[in-house]
């Protein structure tokens, strides 16, 4: 079957997802027969708008070289540009939501998936906003206008939670999720206690090396932590919680001392998120070293505890645009063949 | 939606899944819409049919105290038990297939599930010997009768395998996947590297706790791992893959001195399976102890690597009725929603 898929938001992540769809076009059509043409592309410049199919090709060279998808070639007449970024009443089924997260209103995400949901097309999206700040707009608009919302790559980048906990573990009454859902503190206090170095020594590093932020708080502070826990809870213990419902403590006062204590008793801190018993929490936490939550470097980790299945864990890497690329098109994927059955 | 089921092997899993259903009937109703009613159960004594379902109860009292299904009081003229244990031309949507794993000549599974697939039934099974004594069989009878054929419970117990490679990571290319997938070995090498004991003296151990087998053949030898792994090539990689394909050595040579020799070098043995280009290999590896792959005790754990997701590794329980019956029920479920769709 075809789909029409709208990319709103066209930074690293929209343009990993389009070089996707454009290298594994051959195998999504002969292999899962699935035959996905992209009709709007969006960026802070505007939109593209091509009802047959944007050439994928020239839009990302377009935008490396030009910095926006608006200054594309009209080489035919079909192509539309519009100063306008929103998704205009185009005809399309599945709209894929990676505009940046904003944790103040949600926008211009918010807009999009509603909008989208409204009218009965399936959103797939990275962005964290919108399903932290209003969870149930979206949840209810999905449900009311048959839409299917989902959004894996909000989570743990390549390393799937949502889908594993609802889709392989279905059936399962989950109990509790725990992990580390924060690439760059784990890198942190991975560093810090292998080489007993200070928080501030290995942040600086991890700046360095693209890591961490020149503003580290969303990440140290454990704002993006909390933003998935509150995602977790939500969907995949049915609960209706926001940012604010989050017990949130980051890695910033972290001594290299009580790291250096940790790892005498063979444990290690991490930052852990966990929701449980309805209650959300993200807290720097001792956990044995030989522990499956005990990964290092910039990897990611979740587990899932169960009433059948008992506890399973994940790892994989949380961040980067191809990862986040990969859940993403799981998720297209996913819905697209739901649709066809 | 309602949907029949048929229990062919109504052993330790069999059972479970039975008691799974029987607990779990009212969430499965209300929460998914799911209906489930069992209307066949065989064993080795025979069979038990009833149109509008068995009462699970009832069965599951009278294997425990007569050890036999077919001892069951027939209160009603509805309920009939045969001698044949095979499954008859009855009205039935899914069966399940836990009659035990024989790597000889499949049967009676192979029978039973072919002659359901053939039939437009879907099967989920947790039987190992069809699948890798005759793959190419199965896939076809599913694909030109339109029947699903699911076995995720044939692989990992609870830790999802099949169902993360083929739908949490849909899209991406497999290039390899590698693991332990036996438990007993697990249990066995693990203990020999803590104690430094002897492989025969933590074997004793392991039969007494009923982690090992009276024969530990199956497991020690291998031949669990290389069936797993045969599986996995034929489901995740699209090959035709029998148990001869996989080069398979087992743990029985290896000593506490290899084991200690690898400890000084902060490395574990493990006995891996693996399939990567082709080659379908189960041998005893050195493994760095920090690695995700060097999981402790009887769990089991894969490492999947792909061109996108870049290496998602799962860590949960291999075996235990329970763990089994849940990827039963998940995958029942799946299969369950795609005919709902």
Redesign the interface.
Known sequence: MSAKVAIAGFGTVGQEVAR?LLN?SK??KNI?GLDFSVVFVSDSSGSVVKNDGINLKRILKCKKEKGSVTEVEKQTSKLKTYEDSSVPSIDYDVLIECTPTNIKDGEPGMSNMLNALKQGKDVVTSNKGPLVLDWMSLKNAAKSNNAKLKF?AAVGG???VI??AN???????IKSVRGIFNGTCNYILSRMTAESLSYGQVLSEAQDLGIAETDPTYDVEGIDTALKVAIIANAVMGMDASYDDVKTEGIVGITPEALKLAKEDNKVVKLIGEVENGNLEVAPKLVPA?H?LA??GTLNVASIK?D??????????GA?A??T???I??D???ISK?RK?
Do not use: C
């Open positions: 996707v594994k195998n999504l899962l894996e390549a390393m799937p889908n594993l889709d392989a573990l279905i059936g399962n009454e030989e499956p990964v290092g169960t059948l299945a008992g506890e399973i864990t994940v790892t994989g890497r980067g191809k990862e690329a990969s859940s098109l799981s297209l994927i996913s739901m059955n």
